[in-house]
């Protein structure tokens, strides 16, 4: 059974903070990482991808990947009210007969405190 | 040009009805799924049809059939529907190829609710 943890939070941080988000996963045959922020009642929404190890930045957001450690970040810098969702971890591992499945984390809930 | 499509956007109906959510996408992609969030917000997979057929079809009871008439639709029926099929659907599709599997993109949801 392949596994993301995540805290589920929720994770308060003042506006202009850094945010850090954890994931962790269980299969060492993952292959791609994602990371999606949800609105409330809005569908996950692709922020960052990343794939090989170490840091990958996109404007405010950096995705960390660590393979040995089986550990997955997201650092958001200057953290805005607009930041305030839930944000989920995915990861892709390969799943038989030539399918890939994506197994998502439950999700933690940002809040950015103006 | 929404890139993956959901309708309806809302379903509210009876236990034991038989209803269906379709998904279309304009992205060119080869892969569709169907996942289910639950009052949890835990966002699990159901199917994914690649080119038309099947290839996970996670262990979710057969009342619950995905069609794919071609590549860029892929359908679900639920039959016989039950309290807890309340949920909220999602669709997404992706490329896959060259040994790995592509960015999934997901379609608005359907919020399926069952009284």
């Known amino acids: 059974q392949k596994e993301v943890e995540q805290n589920s939070g929720p994770l308060s941080v003042p506006e202009g903070a850094i945010a850090s988000l954890n994931c962790t996963y269980s299969d060492r045959g993952s292959q791609s990482f994602f990371w999606y922020r949800q609105y409330s009642g809005k569908s996950p929404e692709l922020i960052m991808s990343?794939?090989?190890?170490g840091d990958k930045e996109d404007g405010r957001f950096t995705a960390q990947l660590n393979k040995a450690s089986q550990y997955v970040s997201l650092l958001i810098r200057d953290s805005q009210p607009s930041d305030s969702a839930t944000y989920l971890c995915?990861?892709?591992?390969?799943?038989?007969?030539?399918?890939?499945?994506?197994?998502f984390g439950k999700g933690t809930k940002l809040s950015v405190i103006p | 040009d929404t890139a993956v499509s959901q309708t309806p956007k809302y379903l509210v109906t009876q236990m034991g009805n038989d209803k269906s959510i379709k998904c279309e996408q304009n992205?060119?992609?080869?892969?569709m799924y169907w996942y289910k969030q639950d009052s949890k917000k835990f966002l699990k997979i159901m199917f994914s049809y690649n080119n038309k057929e099947l290839i996970i079809n996670e262990t979710v009871p057969n009342r619950f059939s995905p069609k794919s008439p071609d590549k860029a639709h892929l359908n679900l029926h639920i039959n016989s529907l039950e309290l807890g099929d309340s949920a909220v659907y999602f669709c997404?599709?992706?490329?896959?190829?060259?040994?790995?599997?592509?960015?999934?993109?997901f379609g608005p949801g359907t919020r399926l609710t069952v009284l």
């Open positions: 995915a990861v892709m591992g390969y799943s038989g007969a030539g399918s890939y499945q994506l197994t």
């Open positions: 990343i794939y090989s190890n």
């Open positions: 997404a599709s992706s490329q896959v190829g060259g040994g790995g599997a592509g960015t999934q993109y």
């Open positions: 992205l060119g992609h080869d892969t």
